[in-house]
């Protein structure tokens, strides 16, 4: 009996007491809102979405090297001498083609730690926060907006133009070490010259003689090639 009533006490206490509460909200401020139709005003400053303005991006890849959990991928192309890529809106000249440019969003941990290094400013924290998915992959936001097209274009022009460089670095490179052959050949004729005139005064064996100037003419013979090699290559890098 005594049991009875305490439960009865128990649960008459509770309901009032749950009642009371509802009750007191009714009357109170609301904090909740008709989401989506309405939307709360957020905090300044709020982490929910990076964002990334490729106009300004100069593929230096601070804030790749800043993230703390490797959500950012990014990948550069050189550009060419002749290629002009602008500058950005801080005035920094663009020198790499930008051709990815991926950030995880499922993966970011929102530290921001990628914002504050970037030179141009340029990848910040946004108000979008309406991005979930059912698929992951659809967390992977691209930035970069050059087509596969114009990526082949880019590496192909810059491969050739490497290849350009490196023949004429070679050719001067061959041309310098022929020049300085010739030199030497040049010098050393000088010394024969002397050489000649000596043995000439000197009347020594016909033997002797007939054999150094066999020499000698062989050693012209080949610094003549050379010359000849040397102005062929000079040629063919003017061309
Ligand atoms: S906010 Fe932090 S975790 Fe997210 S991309 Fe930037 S550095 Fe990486
Ligand atoms: S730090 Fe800024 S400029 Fe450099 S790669 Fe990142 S977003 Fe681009």
Redesign the pocket.
């Known amino acids: 009996m005594v049991k009875l009533l305490n439960d009865t006490y128990t649960t008459f206490k509770t309901i009032f007491t749950g009642m009371g509460i509802t009750w007191g909200h009714l009357f109170r401020r609301s904090v909740t809102v008709q989401y989506p139709e309405v939307r709360d005003v957020l905090p300044q400053r709020v982490?929910l979405k990076?964002d990334v303005n490729m106009d300004d991006c100069i593929g230096c890849r601070l804030?790749e090297r800043?993230?703390?959990?490797?959500?950012?991928t990014i990948g550069t192309i050189k550009s060419t001498d002749d290629d002009d890529l602008g500058e950005t809106s801080t005035g920094h000249k663009k020198k790499l083609w930008v051709n990815e440019f991926d950030?995880?969003?499922a993966?970011?941990?929102?530290?921001?730690?990628?914002?504050h290094p970037c030179p141009t400013d340029c990848?910040t924290?946004v108000e979008d926060y309406e991005y979930s998915s059912y698929d992951r992959n659809d967390l992977i936001f691209s930035f970069s907006d050059m087509t596969p097209e114009q990526i082949e274009a880019a590496q192909v022009k810059l491969e050739q133009e490497e290849e350009e460089k490196k023949r004429k670095k070679e050719e001067a490179r061959k041309a310098k070490e022929m020049k300085k052959a010739a030199e030497a050949a040049e010098a050393g004729e000088a010394n024969e010259g002397s050489a000649e005139a000596k043995e000439g005064t000197g009347g020594g064996g016909d033997t002797d003689a007939e054999a150094a100037k066999e020499a000698r003419r062989a050693e012209r013979e080949a610094r003549r090639a050379a010359r000849k090699a040397e102005r062929e290559a000079k040629k063919k890098s003017e061309d």
């Open positions: 982490r990076l804030c800043a993230c703390p959990v490797e959500c950012i950030i995880d969003m993966k970011c941990c929102y530290c921001e730690l990628c914002v990848i924290m």
